[in-house]
């Protein structure tokens, strides 16, 4: 008996079933995929995956009679979607994990049209499914790296955004500074924002928002310090502004304070990641390499 030639390691994966009495497509896949919540297998047919008798069907109550053959194909983007910037670290139904490079804009606004993290994803989910979505989670600076959330689903996005404290285990991030830092420490103040959109730290409550950064020396020279920052709050510009009450401003950052571009770019890398999935439960840790400018001098 020949053997059947081993499929392509790469190739899509596709499950599928030859139907046994009349039923509806959300019934049968319930029936089919036991293990599977039932929200998962909702989210697969509305993604455009299930096939009947080789025709896509998003629809739940679509009737199905004995011999007829069910598919789930496997998501593909499209070929000629060619993420910019942007690196995927995790996708699953309700969150995608990206790697964002220095100088791309987590999401626009009415002034900003030009591509984004957010377009660019935008544009590879509905790839899949015109009907696909993303929603951001928080966001980072235009000029810091490093690692993102997005939700797959406004549900999935306002769960994260309203237990994010708790949900985020772990946040931190690779600082490049200015001169010698002497030791670690933690920088509590109150954030406010002028009119100009600078941040402004005060010592006192001021009716800004509370900020709370913690900072530790990895290396340090006579010119720079590489810290580690972690954060219990998210502010705007929170990490930019307290290195510049610090006495150490960011390198690069010449709005807060800096003088020195050595590495030709924010000297701001969100390195980790640390959460508990919004809908399963699991923790999941997420690290983004500190780029090879940070590290060069020492």
């Known amino acids: 008996m020949k053997k ?9 994966r596709h499950e599928e079933w030859t139907v046994r009495e009349h039923t509806e497509v959300l019934e049968f ?16 047919l509305k993604r455009g995956q299930i096939v009947v008798n080789d025709k896509p069907t998003t629809q739940f109550d679509d009737k199905l009679k004995p011999g007829d053959h069910v598919q789930i194909r496997a998501r593909v983007a499209s070929a000629s979607i060619k993420l910019k910037g942007v690196t995927i670290l995790h996708e699953d139904d309700d969150v995608i994990v990206i790697d964002k490079e220095s100088g791309l804009l987590s999401m626009g606004s009415k002034q900003e049209r030009q591509m984004t993290a957010y377009k660019q994803l935008m544009d590879y989910v509905q790839s899949i499914h015109p009907k696909n979505r993303v929603f951001i989670v928080h966001r980072l600076d235009r000029d810091t790296s490093g690692v993102m959330i997005f939700a797959r689903s406004k549900i999935v996005q306002q769960k994260l955004q309203k237990s994010w404290t708790e949900a985020v285990q772990e946040r931190s991030y690779v600082a490049l500074v200015e001169g010698i830092v002497q030791k670690g420490g933690t920088i509590t103040s109150w954030l406010t924002e002028d009119k100009t959109f600078m941040m402004h730290s005060s010592p006192k409550p001021n009716n800004g928002q509370k900020a709370i950064t913690h900072y530790k020396v990895l290396k340090s020279n006579r010119r720079f310090s590489l810290l580690k920052v972690s954060l219990e709050t ?3 510009n929170q990490i930019r502004v307290h290195m510049q009450e610090l006495g150490h401003p960011i390198v690069g950052d010449k709005k807060y304070g800096s003088e020195i571009n050595a590495i030709n770019r924010l000297g701001l890398h969100a390195n980790v990641i640390k959460f508990t999935h919004p809908t399963s439960g699991k923790v999941m840790r997420f690290e983004s390499e500190t780029p090879s400018s940070f590290t060069r001098g020492f």
């Open 4 to 12: 059947k030639p081993k499929a392509k390691q790469n190739a899509p």
């Open 234 to 236: 998210g502010r705007k």
């Open 29 to 44: 896949l319930f029936k089919v995929m036991p293990s599977k919540s039932r929200n998962a297998v909702k989210g697969i």
